[in-house]
């Protein structure tokens, strides 16, 4: 279908002030992403994927400036043992990153991929994200696949013994960032990723994780609370047989976040979790963009999202469970709610349900309202003041997302973290 | 302790007076009971001395240990001392009931200038008077009240008020639900709880709650007035003929 002028001049607009670059041996892949650009033409407001979330700013030549942020507050995840590997304004900094050996498991930044004749990296980049376009147009991620600057190839191959993590740090009040990771989990292999960080003034970031059969991959990010910043993110999974992937995101501010996650399971017995928790203050727009689709048999998927916003911050959820016919005995969850803290916030939902298999179960429910005048009550009552029993309840409606998080150390600290965000919101 | 005099009460959302101007004085030390027919105001009573939104008092006041209550939020009464036994518990998802406990006592601790309690101390205070209730540590860990028999949740209202130690307890109906073994089990909690420096108010529909919590006055509740105060004989009076004889006579 022939684009119209307004979305071919906009899309050429842009990529005319871009040049592909040459990274690793992924230049053919580079080039189909763009040819995928080009034929999708980039997001616009009028799209109805796009309904909830202006796209403007993802679009424009131009990156908006962000002002850095000062963090208050330990950095997350300080206190775990990991590998970490640093992006500063989204370039790998090998002074800042750890060796980046560890025992069942391969790294290679992507400009390295061809040197170690790394096949299954170029099997992979772009291929997932390709995939992923059907039957919903993701442009910013060809986008992304086709002008990502650096990222990281990660092979695992056995049980890897501590978590990888990816630390972005933003720098430059106009940076603008394509980052591009691929991950293959090989088969029985297990690996936790932890991200965190706003990596830059705007942020487009698309990681490819294929997980082999009885593969296993635990994903805890937190996106930086840095206020101005704006991110679109997309994962794009594949899970084969009796594999696990679970994914748990915390967004505490940032002007603008579209996190997409798209997963495939293909093998049977598969499980996948997708949750995220975030807290939005003020100029906040979040945006949580899910599809799963069930091929294998008895697989289970679970949606689990909480918004808390206040002060004329906007959510929106656009979570889809599609069923194909092989995909008998399917498990499928969804949830997404929302804790509106006053009259001036707005949650946007769509929750979809496509079913094609008679032998599934699936549900889903969105909800959104105040905090709970009873509980509150309740609370005060005995003895627990206003503002602390309203932070206790916000707390409380976010656990059911954290709660997805199986390390629950990690999940304790991000509890921590956001009960300091909602004091200073109240004191700030 | 508690005193309450000419106190009126009306809904804030609509034009209906609930209480037309009750007096009561709760000493230390006694346990009081509050009976009366439906709709006539008892629990309207417990939910304005605990400082419930939706109502408006039009006049009277309610002092406890001479401050003003009703001049104080819902946590300063609660840290004043003044503890309510509700009628329907409330359910909390998310919130660990320990986690709760823990954080309403030291809240209250503080407001009044005391030393917090600390993690260890509490966890032995509260693994104590657990027991003595029959709470068990499943039921400590669970989120406050969620899925918690009709029992379970008043057992837990009486564990509260024993971390607690507030100086007026209310019981609104703390009864209904109850079998004949957990309603013996919950007034044991209460009976234990009787203290020369602590002053109760027990509302109730029924006799047999004052069986168990045996108290030095009854007072007859109906339509917003205390109409009828006496010794435990009232409540029999009350089980024995209704209501319909006392209002007649009052009226």
């Given at each position: 279908m022939a684009l119209d002028d307004l979305k071919t001049s906009a899309t050429e607009g842009r990529l005319s002030s871009m040049t592909l670059p040459d990274v690793g041996c992924t230049a053919e892949a580079r080039q189909d992403a763009l040819a995928r650009v080009r034929a999708m033409g980039l997001p616009q407001r009028r799209d109805e994927y796009w309904k909830w979330t202006r796209p403007d700013t993802f679009v424009q030549t131009e990156a908006p400036r962000a002002s850095l942020f000062h963090m208050d507050e330990t950095p997350l995840f300080d206190a775990v043992d990991r590998l970490k590997i640093v992006f500063v304004d989204g370039v790998y900094s090998a002074e800042r990153s750890d060796d980046l050996s560890l025992e069942g498991v391969q790294i290679d930044r992507l400009e390295d991929i061809c040197c170690t004749d790394e096949h299954w990296a170029e099997d992979l980049y772009g291929t997932l994200e390709a995939a992923g376009q059907v039957p919903v147009e993701r442009p910013l991620a060809a986008l992304n696949t086709a002008f990502a600057g650096d990222g990281v190839a990660i092979r695992v191959t056995g049980k890897v013994s501590k978590p990888i993590s990816l630390m972005y740090t933003h720098e430059s009040e106009v940076s603008d960032v394509f980052l591009h990771h691929i991950i293959r989990v090989e088969t029985g292999a297990e690996l936790t990723i932890l991200e965190n960080g706003p990596a830059a003034a705007r942020f487009n970031k698309c990681m490819e994780i294929d997980i082999a059969d009885g593969g296993t991959l635990h994903h805890v990010r937190a996106q930086g609370r840095d206020h101005e910043r704006r991110a679109v993110t997309h994962m794009f999974a594949r899970l084969g047989e009796e594999s696990v992937f679970k994914s748990f995101t915390l967004t505490a501010n940032g002007v603008l976040t579209r996190n997409e996650a798209v997963v495939e399971l293909?093998?049977?017995n598969a499980v996948v979790h997708i949750a995220g928790a975030c807290v939005g203050d003020g100029d906040f727009h979040h945006d949580d963009t899910v599809f799963i689709t069930h091929k294998g048999v008895n697989c289970e998927s679970r949606q689990v999202f909480k918004k808390v916003l206040c002060n004329g911050a906007t959510g929106v959820f656009q979570g889809k469970i599609l069923v194909k016919q092989s995909a008998q005995k399917t498990d499928g969850y969804q949830i997404s709610q929302s804790l509106l803290l006053d009259e001036d916030s707005q949650f946007y939902a769509k929750p979809e349900l496509e079913i094609y298999a008679d032998d599934v179960a699936c549900s889903h429910g969105s909800t959104s309202g105040a905090i709970d005048e009873d509980a509150l009550f309740y609370l005060r009552a005995r003895g627990v003041p206003h503002d602390m029993a309203t932070d206790l309840l916000t707390l409380a409606f976010l656990a059911e997302a954290l709660d997805e998080i199986e390390d629950e150390a990690l999940a304790a600290d991000l509890y921590t973290r956001l009960e300091g965000w909602l004091v200073r919101r109240r004191h700030g | 302790m508690l005193e309450i005099k000419g106190l009126k009460v009306k809904l804030e959302e609509e034009d209906k007076q609930i209480l037309k101007g009750v007096d009561l004085t709760v000493e230390a030390g006694k346990v009081h009971a509050i009976m009366g027919p439906n709709g006539s105001g008892k629990s309207t009573l417990s939910y304005v001395l605990s400082g419930r939104d939706g109502y408006e008092v039009t006049g009277g006041s309610a002092t406890l240990l001479g401050d003003d209550?009703?001049?104080?939020e819902t946590e300063e009464r609660a840290a004043a001392g003044l503890f309510l036994a509700f009628q329907y518990p409330v359910e909390i998802p998310g919130v660990g009931n320990m986690t709760f406990l823990r954080t309403a006592v030291n809240a209250q601790r503080k407001a009044r200038g005391e030393e917090e309690m600390s993690a260890a101390e509490f966890l032995k205070v509260v693994r104590a008077k657990a027991k003595t209730l029959k709470i068990d540590a499943d039921m400590l860990k669970?989120?406050?009240?969620?899925?918690?028999s009709g029992g379970e949740k008043k057992r837990n209202e009486i564990l509260q008020m024993a971390m607690l130690e507030p100086k007026m307890c209310i019981l609104d109906e703390t009864d209904s639900g109850l079998d004949v073994d957990a309603m013996k089990l919950v007034s044991e909690g209460v009976n234990a709880l009787r203290d020369e420096g602590r002053g109760f108010l027990v509302i109730t529909h029924y006799q047999r709650l004052l069986d168990h919590i045996k108290p030095d006055v009854v007072h007859i509740m109906a339509d917003g007035r205390i109409v009828k105060s006496g010794g435990p004989e009232l409540a029999l009076e009350v089980e024995n003929n209704g209501y319909a004889d006392i209002l007649a006579e009052t009226a």
């Open positions: 293909t093998g049977d | 209550l009703l001049d104080m669970r989120p406050v009240n969620v899925g918690f």
